[in-house]
Protein backbone atom coordinates (compact mmCIF):
# COMPACT_ATOMS: atom_id res chain seq x y z
CA UNK A 1 0.00 0.00 0.00
CA UNK A 2 2.54 2.63 1.48
CA UNK A 3 4.93 1.01 -1.50
CA UNK A 4 2.04 1.74 -3.88
CA UNK A 5 1.91 5.40 -2.82
CA UNK A 6 5.12 6.12 -3.31
CA UNK A 7 5.21 4.50 -6.89
CA UNK A 8 2.81 6.57 -8.67
CA UNK A 9 3.83 9.62 -6.28
CA UNK A 10 6.82 9.40 -7.77
CA UNK A 11 5.95 8.82 -10.92
CA UNK A 12 3.68 11.76 -10.80
CA UNK A 13 6.44 14.43 -10.01
CA UNK A 14 8.88 13.01 -12.88
CA UNK A 15 5.89 13.83 -14.70
CA UNK A 16 5.61 16.79 -13.81
CA UNK A 17 9.32 17.59 -13.74
CA UNK A 18 9.42 16.40 -17.71
CA UNK A 19 5.99 18.58 -18.06
CA UNK A 20 8.32 21.81 -17.23
CA UNK A 21 10.54 22.01 -20.28
CA UNK A 22 10.88 24.91 -22.89
CA UNK A 23 8.55 24.51 -25.29
CA UNK A 24 9.24 23.23 -29.30
CA UNK A 25 7.27 26.05 -30.75
CA UNK A 26 6.05 28.42 -28.53
CA UNK A 27 3.11 29.27 -30.54
CA UNK A 28 1.91 25.77 -30.54
CA UNK A 29 2.03 26.08 -26.34
CA UNK A 30 0.05 29.41 -26.66
CA UNK A 31 -2.44 27.92 -29.28
CA UNK A 32 -3.35 24.62 -27.03
CA UNK A 33 -3.31 26.77 -24.06
CA UNK A 34 -6.15 29.19 -25.33
CA UNK A 35 -8.25 26.10 -26.82
CA UNK A 36 -7.72 25.00 -23.27
CA UNK A 37 -8.86 27.93 -21.51
CA UNK A 38 -11.87 28.19 -23.66
CA UNK A 39 -12.56 24.37 -22.90
CA UNK A 40 -12.01 24.54 -19.24
CA UNK A 41 -13.61 28.10 -18.20
CA UNK A 42 -16.23 28.96 -20.86
CA UNK A 43 -17.28 25.32 -20.93
CA UNK A 44 -17.82 25.23 -17.49
CA UNK A 45 -19.64 28.59 -16.89
CA UNK A 46 -23.17 27.41 -17.05
CA UNK A 47 -22.70 24.41 -14.62
CA UNK A 48 -20.53 26.51 -11.56
CA UNK A 49 -23.35 29.39 -12.25
CA UNK A 50 -26.34 27.09 -11.68
CA UNK A 51 -24.16 25.28 -8.25
CA UNK A 52 -23.31 28.91 -7.08
CA UNK A 53 -26.67 30.04 -7.26
CA UNK A 54 -27.91 27.17 -5.11
CA UNK A 55 -25.55 26.81 -2.56
CA UNK A 56 -25.97 31.20 -2.27
CA UNK A 57 -29.57 30.22 -1.56
CA UNK A 58 -29.45 27.35 0.46
CA UNK A 59 -27.14 28.74 3.10
CA UNK A 60 -29.18 31.88 3.06
CA UNK A 61 -32.64 29.95 3.44
CA UNK A 62 -30.66 27.27 6.21
CA UNK A 63 -29.09 30.53 8.35
CA UNK A 64 -32.48 32.37 8.02
CA UNK A 65 -34.03 29.11 9.86
CA UNK A 66 -30.91 28.57 12.34
CA UNK A 67 -31.54 32.44 13.24
CA UNK A 68 -35.19 32.31 13.81
CA UNK A 69 -36.79 33.95 17.51
CA UNK A 70 -32.65 34.60 18.52
CA UNK A 71 -31.13 37.87 19.20
CA UNK A 72 -29.14 38.37 16.06
CA UNK A 73 -29.76 40.77 14.15
CA UNK A 74 -31.52 39.70 10.51
CA UNK A 75 -28.83 41.46 8.40
CA UNK A 76 -26.00 38.91 9.71
CA UNK A 77 -27.62 36.07 6.79
CA UNK A 78 -26.02 38.31 4.00
CA UNK A 79 -22.57 38.90 6.27
CA UNK A 80 -22.48 34.76 6.40
CA UNK A 81 -23.74 34.15 3.00
CA UNK A 82 -20.73 36.59 2.00
CA UNK A 83 -18.33 35.03 4.05
CA UNK A 84 -18.72 31.61 4.10
CA UNK A 85 -19.02 31.82 0.35
CA UNK A 86 -15.66 33.42 -0.27
CA UNK A 87 -14.05 31.48 2.43
CA UNK A 88 -15.29 27.83 1.71
CA UNK A 89 -17.93 27.13 -0.57
CA UNK A 90 -17.16 29.50 -4.12
CA UNK A 91 -13.77 27.75 -4.34
CA UNK A 92 -13.69 24.34 -2.95
CA UNK A 93 -17.45 23.12 -4.16
CA UNK A 94 -17.05 24.66 -7.47
CA UNK A 95 -13.47 23.03 -7.86
CA UNK A 96 -14.83 19.71 -6.85
CA UNK A 97 -17.29 20.02 -9.39
CA UNK A 98 -14.65 21.03 -11.75
CA UNK A 99 -12.59 17.97 -10.72
CA UNK A 100 -15.65 15.91 -11.82
CA UNK A 101 -16.35 17.35 -15.24
CA UNK A 102 -12.72 19.07 -16.46
CA UNK A 103 -10.66 16.45 -14.33
CA UNK A 104 -12.29 13.00 -15.91
CA UNK A 105 -12.31 14.99 -19.28
CA UNK A 106 -8.67 15.86 -19.67
CA UNK A 107 -7.86 11.90 -17.90
CA UNK A 108 -10.33 10.73 -20.78
CA UNK A 109 -8.63 12.98 -23.42
CA UNK A 110 -5.02 12.02 -22.68
CA UNK A 111 -5.78 8.37 -22.05
CA UNK A 112 -7.87 8.05 -25.34
CA UNK A 113 -4.73 9.11 -26.91
CA UNK A 114 -2.48 6.75 -25.27
CA UNK A 115 -4.35 3.98 -26.24
CA UNK A 116 -4.72 5.23 -29.60
CA UNK A 117 -1.04 5.65 -29.94
CA UNK A 118 -1.72 9.73 -30.75
CA UNK A 119 1.09 10.24 -27.83
CA UNK A 120 3.39 7.62 -29.26
CA UNK A 121 3.49 9.15 -32.51
CA UNK A 122 3.83 12.21 -31.04
CA UNK A 123 7.35 11.11 -29.32
CA UNK A 124 8.32 9.73 -32.36
CA UNK A 125 8.27 13.10 -34.42
CA UNK A 126 10.39 14.59 -31.46
CA UNK A 127 7.70 16.00 -29.24
CA UNK A 128 7.27 16.24 -25.54
CA UNK A 129 4.25 14.86 -24.75
CA UNK A 130 3.95 15.34 -21.08
CA UNK A 131 5.13 19.15 -21.58
CA UNK A 132 2.44 19.53 -24.14
CA UNK A 133 -0.26 17.88 -23.80
CA UNK A 134 -0.27 18.74 -19.65
CA UNK A 135 1.47 22.29 -19.45
CA UNK A 136 -1.34 23.80 -21.17
CA UNK A 137 -4.17 22.20 -19.49
CA UNK A 138 -2.36 23.04 -15.68
CA UNK A 139 -1.73 26.45 -17.08
CA UNK A 140 -4.99 27.25 -18.65
CA UNK A 141 -6.56 25.86 -15.56
CA UNK A 142 -4.69 27.74 -13.00
CA UNK A 143 -6.28 30.97 -14.77
CA UNK A 144 -9.33 30.30 -15.76
CA UNK A 145 -10.58 28.22 -12.58
CA UNK A 146 -10.06 31.21 -10.30
CA UNK A 147 -12.08 33.52 -12.52
CA UNK A 148 -14.81 30.83 -12.75
CA UNK A 149 -14.60 30.95 -8.86
CA UNK A 150 -14.61 34.42 -8.53
CA UNK A 151 -17.73 34.35 -10.80
CA UNK A 152 -19.44 31.63 -8.46
CA UNK A 153 -18.79 33.93 -5.44
CA UNK A 154 -20.76 36.81 -7.03
CA UNK A 155 -23.19 34.17 -8.24
CA UNK A 156 -23.32 32.66 -4.77
CA UNK A 157 -24.22 35.84 -3.04
CA UNK A 158 -26.84 37.13 -5.18
CA UNK A 159 -28.45 33.37 -4.79
CA UNK A 160 -28.59 34.21 -1.52
CA UNK A 161 -30.43 37.57 -1.57
CA UNK A 162 -32.69 35.69 -4.73
CA UNK A 163 -33.94 33.34 -2.00
CA UNK A 164 -34.28 35.66 0.60
CA UNK A 165 -35.39 38.78 -0.26
CA UNK A 166 -38.12 38.05 -2.77
CA UNK A 167 -39.53 35.53 -0.34
CA UNK A 168 -39.90 38.10 2.38
CA UNK A 169 -37.25 36.08 5.10
CA UNK A 170 -35.45 39.48 5.11
CA UNK A 171 -35.96 42.44 3.31
CA UNK A 172 -33.14 44.32 1.00
CA UNK A 173 -31.70 46.60 2.79
CA UNK A 174 -30.90 44.02 5.66
CA UNK A 175 -29.12 41.99 3.47
CA UNK A 176 -26.93 44.55 1.43
CA UNK A 177 -26.16 45.62 4.80
CA UNK A 178 -24.85 42.06 5.67
CA UNK A 179 -23.12 42.12 2.39
CA UNK A 180 -21.44 45.24 3.20
CA UNK A 181 -20.77 44.33 6.84
CA UNK A 182 -16.95 43.44 8.73
CA UNK A 183 -15.63 42.65 5.22
CA UNK A 184 -12.30 41.29 5.15
CA UNK A 185 -9.60 41.55 2.09
CA UNK A 186 -7.31 38.55 3.07
CA UNK A 187 -10.69 36.29 2.69
CA UNK A 188 -10.40 36.88 -0.93
CA UNK A 189 -7.01 36.38 -1.17
CA UNK A 190 -7.71 33.07 0.80
CA UNK A 191 -10.16 32.32 -2.14
CA UNK A 192 -7.56 32.31 -4.98
CA UNK A 193 -5.08 30.71 -3.26
CA UNK A 194 -7.56 28.06 -2.88
CA UNK A 195 -8.55 28.25 -6.31
CA UNK A 196 -5.55 28.35 -7.89
CA UNK A 197 -4.11 25.00 -5.81
CA UNK A 198 -6.91 23.23 -6.19
CA UNK A 199 -7.17 24.17 -10.04
CA UNK A 200 -3.39 22.81 -9.90
CA UNK A 201 -4.45 19.47 -8.34
CA UNK A 202 -7.94 18.54 -10.10
CA UNK A 203 -5.37 19.22 -13.81
CA UNK A 204 -2.35 17.53 -12.62
CA UNK A 205 -4.08 14.69 -11.09
CA UNK A 206 -6.41 14.00 -14.04
CA UNK A 207 -3.31 14.58 -16.25
CA UNK A 208 -1.09 11.41 -14.47
CA UNK A 209 -4.18 9.06 -14.43
CA UNK A 210 -4.84 9.72 -18.22
CA UNK A 211 -1.22 9.94 -18.90
CA UNK A 212 -0.23 6.10 -17.69
CA UNK A 213 -3.27 4.36 -18.75
CA UNK A 214 -2.92 0.55 -19.70
CA UNK A 215 -5.04 -1.45 -21.42
CA UNK A 216 -8.43 -1.28 -22.66
CA UNK A 217 -11.71 1.04 -22.47
CA UNK A 218 -12.77 -0.39 -18.85
CA UNK A 219 -8.89 0.80 -17.64
CA UNK A 220 -9.64 4.54 -19.45
CA UNK A 221 -13.15 4.16 -17.64
CA UNK A 222 -11.12 3.57 -14.29
CA UNK A 223 -8.82 6.13 -14.63
CA UNK A 224 -11.36 8.69 -15.10
CA UNK A 225 -13.32 7.58 -12.40
CA UNK A 226 -9.69 7.87 -10.17
CA UNK A 227 -9.00 10.85 -11.60
CA UNK A 228 -11.90 12.95 -10.16
CA UNK A 229 -11.68 10.35 -6.79
CA UNK A 230 -7.97 11.15 -6.35
CA UNK A 231 -8.65 14.79 -7.33
CA UNK A 232 -11.56 15.10 -4.83
CA UNK A 233 -9.81 13.78 -1.92
CA UNK A 234 -6.67 16.06 -2.59
CA UNK A 235 -8.86 19.18 -2.97
CA UNK A 236 -10.14 18.47 0.60
CA UNK A 237 -6.63 18.12 2.11
CA UNK A 238 -5.88 20.51 0.54
CA UNK A 239 -8.83 22.47 1.67
CA UNK A 240 -7.74 21.80 5.05
CA UNK A 241 -3.88 22.62 5.19
CA UNK A 242 -4.58 25.91 3.38
CA UNK A 243 -6.81 26.84 6.18
CA UNK A 244 -4.50 26.36 9.27
CA UNK A 245 -1.49 27.70 7.30
CA UNK A 246 -3.31 31.03 5.99
CA UNK A 247 -5.71 31.33 9.54
CA UNK A 248 -2.70 31.07 12.10
CA UNK B 1 21.75 2.10 -41.32
CA UNK B 2 20.30 0.93 -38.14
CA UNK B 3 21.99 -1.67 -36.52
CA UNK B 4 20.69 -3.94 -33.29
CA UNK B 5 22.85 -5.63 -31.43
CA UNK B 6 22.48 -8.11 -29.13
CA UNK B 7 18.78 -7.38 -28.15
CA UNK B 8 17.15 -8.75 -25.24
CA UNK B 9 13.79 -7.61 -23.75
CA UNK B 10 11.49 -9.29 -20.65
CA UNK B 11 8.46 -7.95 -19.50
CA UNK B 12 8.15 -9.30 -15.75
CA UNK B 13 9.35 -13.08 -16.25
CA UNK B 14 8.17 -13.48 -20.43
CA UNK B 15 11.34 -13.20 -22.00
CA UNK B 16 9.72 -11.47 -25.43
CA UNK B 17 13.36 -11.25 -27.61
CA UNK B 18 16.55 -13.51 -27.14
CA UNK B 19 19.29 -11.87 -28.71
CA UNK B 20 18.50 -10.17 -31.47
CA UNK B 21 21.15 -9.07 -33.59
CA UNK B 22 20.55 -8.08 -36.89
CA UNK B 23 21.17 -4.95 -39.85
CA UNK B 24 18.42 -2.67 -40.97
CA UNK B 25 20.13 -1.59 -44.16
CA UNK B 26 20.11 1.82 -45.89
CA UNK B 27 17.83 2.52 -48.81
CA UNK B 28 15.67 -1.12 -48.38
CA UNK B 29 12.88 -1.99 -47.38
CA UNK B 30 13.90 -4.35 -44.30
CA UNK B 31 11.31 -6.45 -43.24
CA UNK B 32 10.89 -7.96 -39.85
CA UNK B 33 8.33 -10.92 -39.87
CA UNK B 34 6.55 -13.48 -37.85
CA UNK B 35 3.76 -14.80 -36.16
CA UNK B 36 1.52 -12.80 -34.05
CA UNK B 37 3.38 -13.08 -30.56
CA UNK B 38 6.96 -13.70 -32.36
CA UNK B 39 8.08 -10.08 -30.65
CA UNK B 40 7.94 -7.70 -33.98
CA UNK B 41 6.16 -5.07 -32.70
CA UNK B 42 8.35 -5.08 -29.15
CA UNK B 43 11.40 -5.19 -31.70
CA UNK B 44 10.45 -2.12 -33.21
CA UNK B 45 9.16 -0.25 -30.64
CA UNK B 46 12.79 -0.89 -29.52
CA UNK B 47 14.34 0.14 -32.29
CA UNK B 48 12.35 3.56 -32.26
CA UNK B 49 12.82 3.68 -28.83
CA UNK B 50 9.45 3.58 -27.50
CA UNK B 51 10.70 0.92 -25.45
CA UNK B 52 13.84 0.44 -23.71
CA UNK B 53 15.66 -3.00 -24.09
CA UNK B 54 16.42 -5.12 -20.99
CA UNK B 55 20.07 -5.38 -22.95
CA UNK B 56 21.50 -4.56 -25.89
CA UNK B 57 21.88 -1.84 -28.25
CA UNK B 58 20.60 0.01 -31.17
CA UNK B 59 22.80 1.88 -33.59
CA UNK B 60 21.26 4.65 -35.47
CA UNK B 61 24.27 5.21 -38.53
CA UNK B 62 27.39 5.28 -36.24
CA UNK B 63 25.00 6.64 -33.04
CA UNK B 64 24.60 5.01 -30.07
CA UNK B 65 20.83 5.15 -29.21
CA UNK B 66 20.88 3.17 -26.21
CA UNK B 67 23.27 5.83 -24.71
CA UNK B 68 21.66 9.15 -25.21
CA UNK B 69 19.64 11.73 -23.34
CA UNK B 70 16.56 12.32 -23.68
CA UNK B 71 17.24 16.21 -25.20
CA UNK B 72 19.36 13.69 -28.02
CA UNK B 73 16.69 11.26 -28.65
CA UNK B 74 14.38 13.61 -29.48
CA UNK B 75 16.65 15.36 -32.13
CA UNK B 76 17.14 12.13 -33.53
CA UNK B 77 13.07 11.35 -33.68
CA UNK B 78 13.13 14.29 -35.92
CA UNK B 79 14.43 12.51 -38.27
CA UNK B 80 12.46 9.44 -37.91
CA UNK B 81 8.85 9.04 -39.14
CA UNK B 82 6.37 6.61 -38.32
CA UNK B 83 3.21 4.72 -39.95
CA UNK B 84 1.45 3.42 -36.92
CA UNK B 85 -0.67 0.14 -36.84
CA UNK B 86 -3.88 2.23 -36.49
CA UNK B 87 -2.53 5.32 -38.43
CA UNK B 88 -2.96 7.12 -34.96
CA UNK B 89 -4.03 10.46 -36.66
CA UNK B 90 -5.11 12.80 -34.23
CA UNK B 91 -8.91 12.71 -34.87
CA UNK B 92 -9.60 16.50 -34.01
CA UNK B 93 -8.01 17.50 -36.67
CA UNK B 94 -8.22 17.43 -39.99
CA UNK B 95 -6.02 15.45 -43.22
CA UNK B 96 -3.92 18.74 -43.78
CA UNK B 97 -3.54 19.68 -40.00
CA UNK B 98 -2.49 16.13 -39.34
CA UNK B 99 0.54 16.60 -41.61
CA UNK B 100 1.29 20.00 -41.06
CA UNK B 101 1.49 18.97 -37.31
CA UNK B 102 5.36 18.47 -37.31
CA UNK B 103 5.90 21.46 -39.31
CA UNK B 104 4.50 23.62 -37.26
CA UNK B 105 6.00 22.01 -34.36
CA UNK B 106 9.73 21.93 -35.44
CA UNK B 107 9.73 24.21 -38.68
CA UNK B 108 10.52 27.65 -38.94
CA UNK B 109 8.22 27.56 -42.32
CA UNK B 110 5.96 29.96 -43.58
CA UNK B 111 2.38 28.91 -43.76
CA UNK B 112 2.67 28.94 -47.65
CA UNK B 113 6.02 26.87 -47.46
CA UNK B 114 3.95 24.60 -44.95
CA UNK B 115 1.07 24.39 -47.36
CA UNK B 116 2.93 23.55 -50.65
CA UNK B 117 5.12 20.79 -48.38
CA UNK B 118 1.63 19.34 -47.36
CA UNK B 119 0.39 19.54 -50.52
CA UNK B 120 3.13 17.81 -52.14
CA UNK B 121 3.43 15.28 -49.76
CA UNK B 122 -0.32 14.55 -49.74
CA UNK B 123 0.26 14.72 -53.77
CA UNK B 124 3.18 11.50 -53.42
CA UNK B 125 1.07 9.60 -51.91
CA UNK B 126 -2.04 10.26 -54.63
CA UNK B 127 -4.38 11.97 -52.42
CA UNK B 128 -4.35 15.37 -53.60
CA UNK B 129 -7.55 17.37 -52.34
CA UNK B 130 -8.68 15.70 -49.20
CA UNK B 131 -6.66 18.50 -47.11
CA UNK B 132 -10.00 19.92 -44.99
CA UNK B 133 -11.19 16.17 -44.32
CA UNK B 134 -11.51 14.38 -41.09
CA UNK B 135 -9.47 10.88 -40.65
CA UNK B 136 -12.74 9.42 -39.37
CA UNK B 137 -14.22 11.14 -43.42
CA UNK B 138 -11.88 8.18 -45.32
CA UNK B 139 -11.30 4.97 -45.69
CA UNK B 140 -8.78 3.02 -43.52
CA UNK B 141 -6.57 2.61 -46.95
CA UNK B 142 -7.04 6.90 -47.14
CA UNK B 143 -5.79 6.43 -43.07
CA UNK B 144 -3.06 4.46 -44.06
CA UNK B 145 -1.29 6.65 -46.88
CA UNK B 146 -2.38 9.93 -45.15
CA UNK B 147 -0.01 8.10 -41.97
CA UNK B 148 2.65 7.98 -44.24
CA UNK B 149 2.53 11.49 -45.77
CA UNK B 150 2.15 12.93 -42.22
CA UNK B 151 5.42 10.34 -41.60
CA UNK B 152 7.80 11.73 -44.71
CA UNK B 153 6.66 15.54 -44.34
CA UNK B 154 9.96 16.30 -42.55
CA UNK B 155 12.12 14.22 -44.82
CA UNK B 156 13.19 11.62 -42.77
CA UNK B 157 16.26 9.62 -42.80
CA UNK B 158 14.52 6.51 -41.15
CA UNK B 159 11.21 5.10 -41.79
CA UNK B 160 9.27 2.75 -39.50
CA UNK B 161 6.28 1.42 -40.52
CA UNK B 162 3.98 -1.23 -38.04
CA UNK B 163 1.59 -3.41 -39.57
CA UNK B 164 0.89 -1.09 -42.78
CA UNK B 165 -1.70 -3.77 -44.12
CA UNK B 166 -3.28 -4.45 -41.51
CA UNK B 167 -7.12 -4.47 -42.05
CA UNK B 168 -6.50 -3.73 -45.92
CA UNK B 169 -8.02 -5.21 -48.28
CA UNK B 170 -4.89 -6.91 -50.91
CA UNK B 171 -5.13 -4.56 -53.20
CA UNK B 172 -5.07 -1.57 -51.16
CA UNK B 173 -2.02 -3.45 -49.43
CA UNK B 174 0.18 -3.69 -52.97
CA UNK B 175 -0.07 0.10 -52.75
CA UNK B 176 0.52 0.86 -49.97
CA UNK B 177 3.49 -1.43 -50.11
CA UNK B 178 4.82 -0.12 -53.71
CA UNK B 179 4.30 3.57 -51.63
CA UNK B 180 6.57 2.65 -49.01
CA UNK B 181 9.08 1.17 -51.53
CA UNK B 182 8.77 3.56 -54.04
CA UNK B 183 9.40 6.34 -50.66
CA UNK B 184 12.74 4.54 -49.75
CA UNK B 185 14.53 4.41 -52.95
CA UNK B 186 13.63 8.03 -54.00
CA UNK B 187 14.42 9.39 -50.39
CA UNK B 188 17.63 6.68 -49.94
CA UNK B 189 16.32 6.36 -46.73
CA UNK B 190 16.26 2.97 -44.10
CA UNK B 191 12.77 1.84 -44.14
CA UNK B 192 11.40 -0.92 -41.08
CA UNK B 193 8.47 -2.93 -41.99
CA UNK B 194 6.74 -4.71 -39.03
CA UNK B 195 4.68 -6.99 -41.06
CA UNK B 196 3.18 -10.93 -41.35
CA UNK B 197 1.58 -9.80 -44.76
CA UNK B 198 3.05 -12.36 -47.01
CA UNK B 199 2.29 -10.52 -50.11
CA UNK B 200 4.52 -7.59 -48.71
CA UNK B 201 7.40 -10.04 -48.40
CA UNK B 202 7.45 -11.83 -51.59
CA UNK B 203 6.79 -7.98 -53.21
CA UNK B 204 9.30 -5.64 -51.17
CA UNK B 205 11.02 -8.10 -48.78
CA UNK B 206 14.58 -6.74 -49.59
CA UNK B 207 16.23 -7.74 -46.28
CA UNK B 208 13.97 -9.90 -44.25
CA UNK B 209 14.44 -11.31 -40.69
CA UNK B 210 11.63 -13.81 -39.30
CA UNK B 211 11.34 -13.94 -35.83
CA UNK B 212 9.83 -16.80 -33.77
CA UNK B 213 9.55 -16.88 -30.53
CA UNK B 214 11.47 -14.02 -29.56
CA UNK B 215 14.82 -15.78 -31.57
CA UNK B 216 15.92 -14.35 -35.08
CA UNK B 217 15.95 -17.56 -37.26
CA UNK B 218 15.79 -16.71 -40.38
CA UNK B 219 17.59 -13.42 -42.78
CA UNK B 220 17.45 -12.81 -46.85
CA UNK B 221 15.58 -11.70 -49.19
CA UNK B 222 12.53 -12.32 -51.19
CA UNK B 223 14.61 -14.14 -54.04
CA UNK B 224 15.97 -16.34 -51.31
CA UNK B 225 12.11 -17.50 -49.79
CA UNK B 226 11.39 -20.01 -51.70
CA UNK B 227 14.46 -21.72 -52.02
CA UNK B 228 15.30 -21.73 -48.27
CA UNK B 229 15.22 -24.83 -46.30
CA UNK B 230 14.19 -22.83 -43.20
CA UNK B 231 11.00 -24.67 -41.95
CA UNK B 232 10.25 -22.19 -40.22
CA UNK B 233 10.15 -19.90 -42.99
CA UNK B 234 8.09 -22.21 -45.14
CA UNK B 235 5.15 -22.98 -42.62
CA UNK B 236 5.28 -18.97 -41.74
CA UNK B 237 5.37 -17.72 -45.56
CA UNK B 238 3.17 -20.83 -46.98
CA UNK B 239 0.55 -21.24 -44.25
CA UNK B 240 -2.31 -22.50 -46.03
CA UNK B 241 -2.72 -25.86 -48.01
CA UNK B 242 -3.50 -23.67 -51.43
CA UNK B 243 0.09 -21.59 -50.93
CA UNK B 244 1.93 -24.96 -50.50
CA UNK B 245 0.50 -26.23 -53.73
CA UNK B 246 1.41 -23.08 -55.26
CA UNK B 247 4.69 -23.18 -54.24
CA UNK B 248 5.48 -26.75 -55.21
CA UNK B 249 3.60 -26.66 -58.25
CA UNK B 250 6.14 -23.22 -58.99
CA UNK B 251 9.45 -25.69 -57.83
CA UNK B 252 8.21 -28.23 -60.10
CA UNK B 253 8.12 -26.35 -63.03
CA UNK B 254 10.95 -24.08 -62.18
CA UNK B 255 8.71 -20.98 -62.18
CA UNK B 256 9.91 -17.80 -60.53
CA UNK B 257 6.73 -16.68 -57.67
Same mark, same amino acid.
Given at each position: ?8 F????M #? ?6 R ?11 M??M???G ?5 ? *???I ?16 Q??? !? ?18 P ?7 AG? @??? $? ?6 ? #? ?13 ? %? ?6 T?K???? @??VI???? =? ?9 G ?10 ? $? /?????? *?R ?6 Y???M????? *? ?9 A ?19 A???S ?5 ? /????I ?6 | M?? /?? $????S??? =?? *?????T ?10 I ?26 W ?9 D?K ?5 R??V? #???Q ?10 E???R?PLD ?9 K ?10 V ?7 K ?10 K???? =??A???N ?9 N ?18 T ?8 ? %? ?5 ? !????G?N ?8 ? @???? $??N??L ?19 L ?6 S????
Amino acid at each position: MSFNFFYHFGRYIM #MLRTAIARPERFSMYWKETMRQMNDIGVGSVVI *VVLIAVFIGAVTAVQFAYQLQDSF !VPKYYIGYIVRDSTIIELAPTITCLVLAGK @VGS $NIAAEIGG #MRQKEHIDAMEIMGV %NTASYLITPKIIAA @VIVIPLLV =AIACFVGIMGGYLSSVPTGLIT $N /AEYTRG *VRSFFVEYYVFMMFVKAI *VFAFILTSVSAYQGYHVKGGSIELGQASTQAVVYSDILILL /ADYLIAILLTQ | MIR /AE $NIFKSFDD =AE *VLKGITHTFENGKTNLIIGRSGAGKTVLLKILVGLLQPTSGTVWFDDINYSQLDKKQIRAIRMQVG #MLFQGSALFDSMSVEENIRFPLDMFTTMTKKEKLDRVNYCLERVSLEGVNNKYPSEVSGGMQKRVGI =ARAIVLNPKYLFCDEPNSGLDPKTSIVIDELIRSITIENNITTVI %NTHDMNS !VMEIGENIALLYKGEL @VWTG $NKNEVLDSDSDLLQDFIFASPFLQRLRNAALSSNTKV
